[in-house]
């Protein structure tokens, strides 16, 4: 059981039901000293959407405190090497959990709109320079993971060994049959999806903040790396600046609105295991790595001073995910592989020692299956470590309006109107609205 007390699957669960305050008061309850890179991920979220901005960054200040802990030790040390054999000898869940890429550097994009919510735009403009830092650090892991495999590739053939021979790369005919990430993992149009690494929300985010907090500078360049990445983040700016080349100051007259919509939840991570029947009356467990879908909604239809918003969804956390666990694929093999080769050795080894005694010899086939069954049951039990950013949110999208300066706005989501009283000298609102279920909407907004 993972140090939350919670496996990922009862995590789903009560997001399914919609049991938001049954699952913060479970994963809060827990000893402080006992938390998890996880448990801090899940509860800054769980507190950000029931509008807890300061609680939510102390809990994401837990989870960096965490990462950076982690990333300061060495390569190579005593529990790194205690996690990997475990790993690649009875079950995945052995390794420890220190996230995802695209978990790391989202970690401070959804920190910044703690700050921004609390009206601190030069604390959420803080965040988003650390999250494209840690965008480089993520990208810089992924060139050296990449250069490793290359060198490692061009070792065999040196040594006269078939490509194919080792782990280093995979193809649908490697993995198994009954896996249901397969197909996802080898379709042409999804690995055309994931040819990048990064997401042009974060930076489309990094630019309006920054903006707001009078960096134009580096708002210029978050902007133009957005687009870069997605073009669609370019048609929403030149929409309402007219170019993204230069962003415009703020105050020049009328009332900007900035619409972040989060919704549903990101995939679930959880081991598969896939059986495979001996002629012994035993098995042999394949597991690896899958992902239970996202929950997703359709975004919600959201219109303001006479003028309708047009989003343009610019995060896919199934994408990232997808992305990661493909790259990953080559160790998840070569893992899974030497944890089949290791539980059949102890099957054959149980059976020759039952074979080798007259008393046993006829339970043979009995002695297989406990044996299998018993190693079941301890890769299941160590599975349920197996975390992920279970509440980070499935999608996000971005919109913006120019309206006539007002003192009050009026705006609809899904037919249902709210009005906001706004200062005198305000020259803009940001509008937060978070989906957790189908018809369960959230509106939170700060003035600037």
């Known amino acids: 059981m993972s140090c939350s007390g919670l496996s990922p699957q009862e995590v789903r669960k009560d997001l399914l039901h919609g049991d938001l305050a049954g699952l913060e008061k479970s994963l809060s309850g827990q000893n402080e000293e006992k938390w998890d890179l996880s448990t801090a991920l899940n509860l800054g979220r769980l507190y950000q959407l029931d509008g807890r901005w300061r609680d939510s960054i102390g809990a994401y200040e837990r989870a960096m405190a965490i990462l950076e ?16 054999v475990g790993a690649f000898t009875l079950a995945r869940g052995s390794s420890g959990y220190y996230g995802k890429g695209y978990e790391r550097t989202l970690l401070h994009t959804m920190n910044a709109l703690n700050y921004m919510m609390l009206g601190d735009f030069s604390g959420a403009a803080v965040e988003m320079r650390r999250m494209e830092t840690r965008q480089e650090l993520w990208l810089e892991e992924k060139e050296n993971r990449l250069r490793e495999a290359l060198e490692a590739r061009q070792k065999e053939a040196s040594l006269g060994e078939s490509k194919d021979s080792g782990l280093l790369e995979y193809s649908a005919d490697r993995l198994p049959s009954g896996y249901s990430m397969r197909g996802i993992l080898e379709d042409p149009a999804m690995r055309s999806l994931m040819s990048g690494y ?46 993204v080349e230069e962003p415009p100051a703020i105050g020049n007259g009328g009332m900007e609105v900035v619409l972040i919509v989060l919704g549903g939840f990101a995939p679930a991570l959880k081991m598969e295991q896939i059986r495979i029947f001996t002629g012994l009356g035993g ?20 219109h303001a001073g006479g003028g309708n918003f047009e989003l343009y969804g610019l995060l896919r956390t199934e994408i990232l995910a997808y992305r990661e666990l493909r790259d990953d694929m080559n160790y998840e093999l070569a893992a899974a592989m030497s944890r089949v080769a290791a539980r059949a050795a102890m099957a054959v080894g149980a059976q020759a020692a039952a074979r080798s005694n007259k008393k046993t010899r006829s339970a043979a086939g009995i002695v297989d299956l406990l044996l299998s069954a018993s190693l079941d049951l301890i890769s299941g039990l160590d599975a349920s470590s197996l975390h992920n950013w279970e509440t980070l949110p499935a999608s996000g999208y971005l919109g913006m309006l120019n309206l006539p300066s007002v003192s009050e706005l009026g705006f609809f989501v899904n037919g249902r109107r709210y009005s906001l009283g706004l200062p005198v000298a305000a020259r803009g609102v940001i509008l937060l609205v978070t989906q957790t279920g189908k018809d369960k909407v959230r509106v939170d907004h700060v003035t600037y």
Request: glycine share 8%; with cysteine; proline share 7%.
């Open 198 to 243: 990064q997401e042009p929300f974060s930076y489309s985010l990094s630019g309006i903040v920054c903006r707001i907090a009078d960096d134009r500078e580096y708002a210029r360049v978050s902007i133009n790396r957005a687009v870069s990445l997605n073009t669609q983040a370019g048609d929403m700016f030149t929409k309402v600046w007219g170019s």
């Open 69 to 84: 802990e982690y990333e300061r030790r060495a390569i190579v040390n005593v529990r790194g090497v205690a996690g990997g």
């Open 283 to 302: 098995y042999l467990l394949f597991d690896l790595p899958a992902y239970m879908p996202p929950l997703s909604y359709e975004p919600p239809r959201i």
